[in-house]
Each structure stands twice: as structure tokens, then as C-alpha cells.
């Protein structure tokens, strides 16, 4: 089976990018890792998408591409891609992963425009990426996201939620201010996934973080 097309078109809209502190503070992942709670929220969404032999996978907003790493560990026969804008980024998601022999390929561009063909790609993943985006991106993500997935895939989202503890309320007001947050924070992603077209969109699972609920 050979990998979806990607176009050579590149494509910078602007965008709010993850901090970089990684690439010159050698704790920021492992902190950011113990924060985020990491190996239950990404383990949790991974095992969620139920990934098979054979499945196209794509993640959007890849970062270091740790969770498509994740992804390629945990099924070794699925053909997992990771798209972001950031060619420093990319870079280094494709040294890290062939360093830990878990190849993966990359694609720079961004969520609102994805290049690959349509009904293309198994699962969409996308994890604690979306809050850096507007609501219209957001939406728009979702739409390419529905494009590009074959009949019977799903998309899986792992991103900041509205607070249920007086706790969790004061660190939204300590962390999570402006408008790109308000969609988490208000309830409103899965109505988006279902305006986009993503069907039985709906809260699975829920966990509590030093920095907000995911």
C-alpha cells in the first residue's frame, strides 16, 4: 500500500505555534509530559482510536511527533503520517523517530488545508493542537478532517475542556485566557466536529491536569 499523495504547494497562514523552550531546555518535554499527564491522555486516546494492520493514520499539528511515534509502537504495521507547519519541527519528529526506528513520514502544512486526497486516511489525530487555532480554523480543520477520511474512519481529539471543579475553573483564569479558547472551554468542539459533518461527535473520556482538564 502506497502513502496518500502530498502536495508541494506550501501553504503559511498564520498561526499560533507551540513554545519551542524544548529545542534549548533539556526538562520542557519531560515537564510538559508530567503536567499533561502524558502517558494516560495519550495512551488513553491512542487505545480510543482502535488503530489496526494496514490503517492510514494521519496527525495534524505533530509537534516533536511524539504521539505519532506512540501510534507507530503500538501498531507497527500502520502507516502513520504527521503534518505541521514548523520545518524545525518536522525535522526533528523525523530524527527522533528514526533514531527509535519508528518510521514515520512528515508532511509540512497546516489543518485547514490538508494534502492528501480525499477518503484517503483511517484515523485523524490531533492532540493539544486545536486550542492554538481561531473557531473558523477550528471548523475548518474539522471539514478537511471529514475530507480526507475514508468511509468509517474517525478523528480523535485530545485538547483542554471546560472545567468541572472550582480548582480547574481558577486555572482557567490563571492559563487559559482569550478568544481561541473559548470553543474548549464552552463545550462547543464537539458541536463543531458535528457542524464539519463528523458524525456522533461526543466527550469519551475525561481527565484531570495540573493545568486544566483535558
Known sequence: ???????????????????????????????????????????RLIEQARIGAGHQVLEIGCGRGELAMRIKLREPNAYVYA?????????????????????????????????????AIDRVMASLMLHR????????????????????GSVHVLDFAPPVTRWEALLVRCFHRGERMQPHLAGEIPALMEEAGLVRARETHSVSTPIGRL
Open 83 to 119: 503534518l505541521d507547519p514548523n520545518p524545525q519541527r518536522l525535522a526533528r519528529a523525523m530524527g527522533k523517530s528514526l533514531e527509535a526506528g519508528l518510521p514515520i513520514r512528515v508532511y509540512r502544512g497546516v489543518s485547514q488545508r490538508l494534502p492528501f486526497p480525499t477518503e
Open 133 to 152: 487555532l481561531t473557531r473558523a480554523e477550528k471548523l475548518a480543520t474539522f471539514r478537511e478532517a471529514h475530507r480526507v477520511l475514508y468511509f468509517e
Open 1 to 43: 500500500m502506497t502513502a496518500p499523495g502530498a502536495s508541494s504547494d506550501p501553504f503559511h497562514p498564520r498561526y499560533v505555534p507551540a513554545p519551542s523552550f524544548d529545542l534549548q531546555v533539556p526538562f520542557y518535554p519531560p515537564l510538559v509530559a508530567w503536567l499533561l499527564k502524558d502517558d494516560e491522555t495519550r495512551g
